[in-house]
């Protein structure tokens, strides 16, 4: 019984390790981000909307529009999430969730009157928006929680949102066969359970260095390369013979299956650094340590006089006085000094560019693929393809690009000039209509659409530091909405309905009041995308600028001060762990005493 007790008490903090580990808390926002990605499979119930509801193609747009407002326009979820916890954050998100989609099934169901157009655009944009609240709960979270390795955490992290869109169908077609509108409500619940089942484990925590943390994600990336090569084989049989509902529930338990193996990980890892804490508190050699301060120069010494003034200085100086002031690049911009800065404007207009028009072709390849005749079952791949390629192009983007900066000092602006110059060749693949060229320029767009997004929230926060960065990370997100406005309503959607009507009038067809609008033909979409290949390039050109503004930046050590910062805390730690010790060895000498006298 004696022996047991220590063991049982071992194995309980082991396990307190792991559920409260920096590990467990990033796994929780795999499982978070891997159901986060539902508004990339607006086409796939987007038909029915549109046949149910009759609109024609300039408000289905006009809905996606919407979509694409909410799931990006989270400023409110990052300043909220500057004074808030996150799990409370994660909470209105899972609520969000599940009312907007949950509104839009009722809709589509026929459970409710037909809802007016600004009701449906409406419930769209709530339930979208809880993926910026997801977001902004887990990720941003998780970035502040691994600062040294953001590129690769922000790769991989959307890198599941990107495999979202895979793993959500898979499931789907497994428990609802090809029922669509059973696809809106399980878009519903499954994001909002899995926010509420890890409320309380994601959270901000004290930052301590790990020499190995990047072999550690490492291993978390080769089982994401194994769920996306996964799907990927599963997508091409389902497209070469067809998968029956039993053979996708066999492919949808294996999905499951690879999501939740990243815990191995986290057990392993936890584990060892739950051994190397026991051993620092029992080995009696950490007493012996000595931890010594940074010498400060006596410039940086300041009496208790000298602090107060400046404290007083820093509450008077004003965040409106000081926000055509920046800082230098790297250091905490306030959430002014950033927006109001050239370089944010500069990123801002490369995103409008580089995402409207990549979101443009994810947002239409239902329509895109009827009306250059694939087949209906074809646009379940598409948006597979776009998912899985999502997939790696966030995953390439943020660990390439974090390998490149460490070794080579190359800079991530100009990793994301390159990636808005290939984008180009997708939208020209759909403008003329290449034999089979929608599945090739579904896997460009897919991966440069991926790519764009870890690239600019690494570069945010390397410019203008992670003190506001919920807020700013937030803030790059709505170039989105507004590309996607101007090309996909403005442009897309007008020559589409454009061309339509003018195809009716030449069969002598007139088109009644709640009657969807259908274009067949290479012209549908040829001058839009014309169009947005030029746009896409002004963006390349925009981008240019942001890298020979940054370059010398880029060429210096960007992660010192958190290096220096985590040293900091291991320091304190150590410090710490020595009189931890020995105030446990005089606890046990007088419960020795104590046991001895009453033997007596």
Not at 130 to 140: D, E
Not at 199 to 209: D, E, G, P, Q
Not at 432 to 441: E, I, K, Q, S, W
Not at 507 to 526: E, P, V, Y
């Amino acid at each position: 019984m004696v022996a047991a007790s220590p063991g049982g008490g071992s194995m309980k903090s082991l396990t307190i390790q792991i559920l409260t580990g920096r590990w467990f808390m990033f796994f929780a926002s795999l499982l978070i981000m891997s159901a986060a990605g539902a508004t990339y499979m607006f086409s796939l119930y987007s038909g029915d909307i549109k046949t149910t509801l009759g609109y024609d193609q300039t408000t289905l747009n006009l809905l996606s529009f919407f979509k694409d407002l909410g799931a990006n326009v989270g400023v409110l979820a990052g300043l909220i999430n500057e004074v808030t916890p996150p799990w409370f954050i994660l909470i209105i998100g899972a609520i969000l969730n599940f009312f907007g989609y949950f509104m839009i099934w009722l809709a589509v169901t026929k459970r409710i009157p037909k809802p007016q157009v600004w009701h449906m655009c409406l419930y769209i944009c709530i339930g979208a928006n809880s993926q910026s609240f997801a977001n902004t709960g887990s990720l941003v979270t998780c970035v502040k929680n691994f600062p040294e390795s953001r590129g690769v955490v922000l790769g991989i992290l959307k890198g599941y949102v990107g495999l979202s869109g895979a793993i959500i169908t898979q499931l789907y077609h497994a428990f609802y066969g090809e029922d669509t509108k059973s696809l809106i409500l399980m878009i519903g619940w499954l994001p909002a359970a899995i926010s509420f089942a890890f409320l309380r484990t994601i959270r901000n925590m004290k930052v301590v260095r790990q020499n190995d943390e990047l072999k550690v994600f490492y291993n978390f990336l080769y089982i994401s390369l194994g769920l996306a090569t996964f799907l990927m084989v599963v997508i091409i049989a389902d497209k070469l013979s067809g998968f029956t509902r039993s053979e996708f529930g066999g492919s949808a338990a294996v999905v499951i299956i690879l999501l939740l193996l990243p815990v191995l990980i986290v057990v392993l890892e936890e584990k060892k650094l739950w051994t190397e804490k026991q051993v620092a508190l029992n080995d009696p050699a950490p007493i012996n340590i000595v931890t010594e301060r940074p010498t400060l120069a006596s410039s940086d010494v300041k009496d208790d006089g000298e602090m107060s003034t400046e404290v007083e200085s820093e509450k008077t100086a004003s965040c409106w006085t000081t926000m055509f002031s920046p800082p230098e690049r790297g250091d905490d911009y306030t959430i002014l000094q950033a927006l109001f800065s050239v370089d944010m404007l500069i990123l801002f207009l490369a995103t409008i560019c580089g995402v409207g028009g990549t979101l443009t072709a994810i947002d239409n390849l239902g329509q895109i693929g009827g009306s250059l005749g694939y087949p209906k079952r074809s646009v379940s791949t598409f948006v597979s393809l776009v998912s899985i390629w999502n997939y790696f192009g966030r995953v390439v983007a943020g660990v390439v690009s974090e390998i490149f900066l460490i070794k080579y000092k190359f800079p991530r602006p100009l990793v994301l000039t390159l990636i808005l110059l290939m984008s180009c060749a997708g939208h020209l693949l759909i403008a003329f209509n290449v034999p089979g060229g929608l599945y090739v320029a579904s896997v460009i767009i897919g991966f440069c659409f991926g790519a764009q997004w870890p690239l600019l929230f690494a570069i945010i926060s390397e410019i203008f530091g992670l003190k506001y960065y919920s807020t700013l990370y937030n803030f790059g997100s709505v170039a989105s909405p507004i590309g996607s406005y101007l090309l996909n309503v403005r442009v897309a959607g007008y020559l589409y309905d454009r061309e339509a009507e003018k195809q009716n009038n030449a069969l002598g067809i007139q088109r009644s009041d709640g009657q969807d609008l259908s274009c067949t033909g290479t012209a549908c979409f040829k001058l839009s995308f014309i169009i947005i290949t030029a746009v896409t390039l002004f963006g390349v050109f925009v981008s240019m600028i942001l890298v020979i503004r940054t370059r010398k930046f880029y060429k210096s050590d960007i992660y010192k001060k958190f290096r220096e910062k985590a040293l900091a805390t291991e320091m304190e730690m150590a410090a710490a762990a020595p009189s931890r010790s020995v105030a446990e060895d005089k606890d046990n000498d007088n419960a020795n005493g104590r046991v001895l006298g009453k033997g007596g």
